[in-house]
């Protein structure tokens, strides 16, 4: 049905909450799952063997990508520098469990501007200083007590680490050989759960609620502003057709000219709206309105029920 509206969760048990919520407000729902599968190329080595690749590959041609990529590194190489002489094998790290790093990034926000990004530096370090930790084995990780233990130091020159392909323009074999340079596709599932919401959802009146939920669900936030956002403008579509309709637009040509106007204004606001559709849409629209029993009519006359 046209009027439909799908949106995408990537938990299974919050896309059951939310066909219950849509169940509450009587409006049908259907959820599909989809998997996918997919691969990323990297390039694996030691932070000194990556820097010998750049070295390599800027010997013959100067790149402003590949400077940003050595600074990067070098930055990289500086803080876990840093954080190996303050640490020994044995420590805790307590300040970077999942809930303090939670707590971290949900703190920025609220800091005013001038030491944001102070915070907001630190915190990508300690996500860095943790990813690194993990891929080179030097982190024991206790999920039930929410414990990270440091294993043991290690010189930063010899922590392997990883960089997309497409970071490297004009790399040879030889340099990789010569750099002691190895590829790692890092390969990984993901699993989607659509729910498809019923054109009933558009003639609900108590969902003011909607975004609310949906902020507080495995939804990513683009998908669930662009959700509520549909069923908003539906809403008014079907509010103006239905308007239209009734000062007398009997033909789906005659509602589609209509609907060719620059802009409407909505309705309890200073704001207008348009309406760019084409034909076949516009028929859904109206075919879904029938079933819905909003508008009627033979022949190819509408009418309102």
Do not use: W
């Not at 800091?111 to 080179?136: H, P, R, Y």
């Amino acid at each position: 049905m046209t009027l439909e509206e799908k949106i995408t969760f990537y938990s299974r048990e919050d896309a059951a909450a939310f066909q219950k919520y849509l169940r509450e407000k009587g409006c049908p729902s259907r959820i599909s799952v989809e998997h996918s599968f997919s691969g990323t190329p990297y390039f694996e080595g030691t932070i000194a063997s990556i820097l010998h690749l750049i070295e390599l590959i800027e010997a013959r041609e100067q790149d402003a990508d590949l400077d940003e990529l050595k600074s990067d590194l070098l930055s990289r190489r500086k803080t876990l520098e840093e954080f190996f002489a303050s640490h020994k094998a044995g420590d805790s790290l307590t300040e970077a469990t999942p809930s303090q790093l939670l707590a971290q990034a949900e703190s920025i926000d609220a800091m005013g501007e001038d030491v944001q990004k102070q915070a907001s530096d630190k915190f990508m370090n300690a996500l860095m200083i943790l990813g690194t930790l993990e891929d080179n084995d030097l982190l024991e990780v206790s999920e039930e007590k929410e414990c990270y233990t440091l294993l043991a130091t290690k010189d930063p020159n010899e922590l392997r680490v990883m960089y997309a392909y497409t970071d490297f323009s004009g790399v040879t074999e030889e340099d990789l050989k010569e750099a002691g340079i190895t590829s790692h596709i890092r390969t990984s599932s993901a699993t989607e759960y659509i729910i498809t919401a019923g054109a009933e959802l558009l003639f609900v009146s108590d969902i003011e609620d909607l975004a609310d939920l949906l902020d507080h669900m495995d939804v990513e936030d683009d998908e669930a502003a662009r959700f509520v956002d549909a069923v908003f403008f539906k809403q008014a579509l079907i509010g103006k057709i239905h308007a239209l309709v009734a000062e007398g637009k009997q033909s789906e040509a005659d509602l589609l000219a209509a609907l060719d106007a620059p802009a409407f204004p909505l309705e309890g606001t200073d704001d207008v709206i348009s309406f760019d559709i084409s034909a076949e849409y516009l028929s859904g629209v109206v075919s879904d309105l029938r079933k819905q029993g909003v508008l009627s009519g033979k022949d190819g006359k509408i009418k309102s029920s």
